[in-house]
């Protein structure tokens, strides 16, 4: 494992991060369960707790904060009671709703997992999932551009959940822009639009999704995953390819030099959230221009942190650093 020093993880507070994307509400119904409804074949749930938290991309914002640094959170929203519970949420966590954009057409996006303790038994989810409007996609795009005209942004992240946010126009116009400005991006793709990021900097698919969308067999030796690195760097002309393998950990390259870093997973709780974590850290090594090796190592450790954990929750600072930093 490389070593670095407490400075490097310092540097961290000093980075501007825009993330544009597709935020909702993960919602958590806990209870325990005694006996069998009568009216069905199905466990009756006595709930004892209703705990709502930021998800999709805004779980990428808290991850982000939770390593220093500002976040300027970019998405479009309902105009509902889950809209107004969503802001609640940012500005309990400290986050400027600025980026944030209401819409009467669609609802907030809430993800309601029914727990019996730590057993998830059901999940609902309420959402829309159709593209932004023409007038939406430039309301977003010019907010983007007046946060980037405000701030010195470090990075910019695209996270995606096919929930219609990131439409093609969003995401040329923010590459654009980028591109314009001398900011690196980065994005964690869904199956709609993954080629849709032309000219992106890090590219970091799952192995799933990159399956999905090559066309041909991908196994998780280095000689395959190079050859579908390649594939996605003639496709998009991206700097690095990132592709998280679950459980064998994940695969970086940049087209020149390339390397599988096992799982740092101790003690598998739940998986939910370790790819927003990732991305989290591998945005913010971009930002510092850390080396891919460092990039790769900070990610993986802070995707098997919160694989640790139950529910979706953002990687742990000082607990990462603990990992890396030798006390002395």
């Not at 609802?107 to 829309?128: H, I």
Request: hydrophobic content about 40%; charged content about 25%; some cysteine.
């Amino acid at each position: 494992m490389t070593l670095v020093s407490k400075e490097m993880f310092d540097r961290f507070n000093d980075l501007k991060v825009m993330i544009v994307g597709d935020v909702m509400i993960d919602r958590y119904l806990t209870g325990h369960v005694d006996r069998i409804s009568p009216e069905a074949p199905v466990p009756i749930v006595l709930q004892h707790s209703r705990d709502n938290r930021l998800g999709g991309a805004a779980n990428v914002g808290l991850n982000v904060s939770a390593m220093g640094a500002k976040v300027f959170l970019c998405s479009v929203i309902g105009a509902d009671e889950n809209a107004d519970i969503f802001s609640e949420l940012l500005a309990n966590r400290h986050l400027t709703s600025e980026g944030i954009l209401k819409s009467t057409a669609r609802r907030t996006t809430v993800k309601t997992r029914v727990m019996a303790g730590s057993q998830q038994l059901l999940r609902v989810d309420q959402e829309d999932s159709f593209d932004l409007s023409d007038q939406e996609e430039e309301m977003l795009l010019e907010r983007i551009e007046a946060i980037l005209k405000a701030e010195k942004i470090d990075v910019i992240i695209f996270q995606d959940y096919n929930k219609g946010v990131l439409t093609s126009g969003v995401i040329e116009g923010v590459i654009n822009k980028s591109k314009q400005l001398a900011i690196p991006t980065a994005v964690d793709p869904k199956f709609k639009n993954f080629w849709a990021y032309n000219g992106v900097t890090m590219f970091k698919p799952n192995l799933r999704e990159i399956r999905d969308q090559c066309g041909f067999e991908i196994d998780t030796t280095i000689e395959s995953l190079d050859h579908a690195s390649a594939y996605v760097k003639k496709q998009l002309n991206n700097q690095i390819s990132l592709i998280t393998l679950s459980e064998k950990g994940l695969y970086i390259s940049n087209g020149q030099k390339s390397q599988i870093i096992p799982t740092k997973v101790r003690g598998l709780v739940d998986v939910c959230g370790a790819g927003d974590s990732v991305i989290s850290l591998a945005a913010l090594g971009l930002a510092l221009g850390l080396d891919m090796e460092l990039i790769a190592d900070l990610s993986n450790h802070a995707g098997g942190q919160v694989c640790e954990k139950n529910g979706v929750v953002p990687v742990d600072k000082d607990q990462l650093l603990a990992a890396f930093v030798s006390v002395k």
